[in-house]
């Protein structure tokens, strides 16, 4: 999110008019996206989720630094805590304003800011198997990236405002497991030949099959407010689609039970990994926290081999402390409200 600090840190609505003047080597990896104080930070591709993150990180140095002598900063959660729907703006680009012309007023709705996770794959349907398995456990990787418990300048109760938020949208959520790439393909198209929207790129699942970049994207976490909790995030990622593909490990089996996975969608959207999840094998609510332990054991062979290892620290302390909790913790110490966005341009 662009930042005013001169204006109690509003969202600062000039991406059109401040993208020009960066760098080329920075506006390479920068993309707008449907409001005019949002852009996204696209790292190339790597072998390792860890080496991705390290230049996630190095993206967010060089982009604070051009924007200082612009008078701006830069900040990343799941919402700004103070935003309202009448301050933001539709960004000029033609493919926002086609968002805005298919989603009429929705679209004006409080930007949303999330993580993506592309995953490699080597095959359409291996895409399409992990596709479906990790569908199982997008309610952990909810939980343990919640970071936006702030909403119109108030507490939201929840551990994450912005997926409700941005369930305002259509084809979006958990989709439905295919029977195979067939199926997924066929699936689309009769959308696309119906002209439901023009391209594979507005299906906003909150996990869905790339077949441009050979990828399955992981798109249902929040955006991490500091570096080290995108890395954790992305390792983990990396680390589960692995489990998958080679051992086909299900922590919980959903596939029958499309019920159990929205109730546990829910679950973590409103108590983050304070949590208590439904295992629909044992009839019987788990502890976040427990269900993630028994993922990391399994993941621990496939951590060892992904030289993601170091990585496994950092996921038990983003567990211990999710971002919203760390938000809620900065408003507890500092007053009014805007400071914690001050907070968060701070560990950006």
Aim: aromatic letters at 6%.
């Amino acid at each position: 999110m662009l930042l005013s600090p001169e204006e109690d840190w509003c969202l600062a609505q000039r991406l059109d008019e401040i993208h020009p003047r960066l760098s080329a080597g920075l506006t390479d990896q920068i993309s707008g996206e449907t409001h005019d104080a949002v852009l996204e930070l696209t790292t190339r591709p790597h072998a390792s989720a860890l080496s991705t993150a390290d230049e996630a990180a190095a993206l967010r140095e060089r982009l604070s630094a051009e924007l200082e002598p612009l008078g701006l900063r830069a900040a990343s959660a799941g919402t700004h805590p103070c935003a309202v729907w009448s301050d933001t703006q539709i960004a000029s680009g033609a493919r926002h304003q086609d968002v805005y012309a298919a989603m009429r007023e929705l679209a004006r709705r409080e930007p949303t800011f999330g993580l993506h996770v592309h995953v490699g794959v080597t095959d359409p349907e291996s895409a399409i198997t992990l596709h479906n398995r990790l569908r199982t456990h997008l309610p952990l990787l909810l939980a343990l990236s919640a970071n936006s418990p702030f909403w119109q300048g108030r507490d939201s109760g929840l551990a994450s405002a912005r997926t409700p938020l941005f369930q305002a949208f259509p084809r979006v959520g958990p989709p439905r497991a295919f029977d195979d790439y067939a199926d997924y393909v066929e699936t689309v198209d009769r959308l696309l030949r119906c002209g439901a929207f023009p391209d594979p790129t507005y299906l906003w699942w909150e996990v869905r099959p790339q077949p441009k970049f050979g990828t399955v994207e992981v798109r249902i976490m929040d955006a991490q407010s500091e570096s080290w909790a995108t890395r954790s995030l992305a390792a983990l990622v990396q680390m589960i689609a692995r489990l998958e593909l080679e051992d086909g490990y299900h922590f919980q089996d959903v596939s029958a039970n499309p019920e159990v996975l929205t109730e546990n969608r829910f679950l973590a959207v409103r108590d983050g990994m304070e949590a208590s999840l439904i295992d629909p094998v044992a009839e019987t609510r788990v502890p976040a926290r427990m269900l993630l332990e028994r993922v990391l054991e399994a993941a621990g062979p496939h951590a060892a081999a992904l030289g993601c290892e170091s990585a496994l620290k950092d996921i038990r302390r983003l567990a211990d402390e999710p971002g919203a909790a760390r938000q809620r913790r900065a408003q507890a110490s500092e007053q009014p409200l805007s400071a914690v966005v001050g907070w968060l341009a701070d560990v950006f």
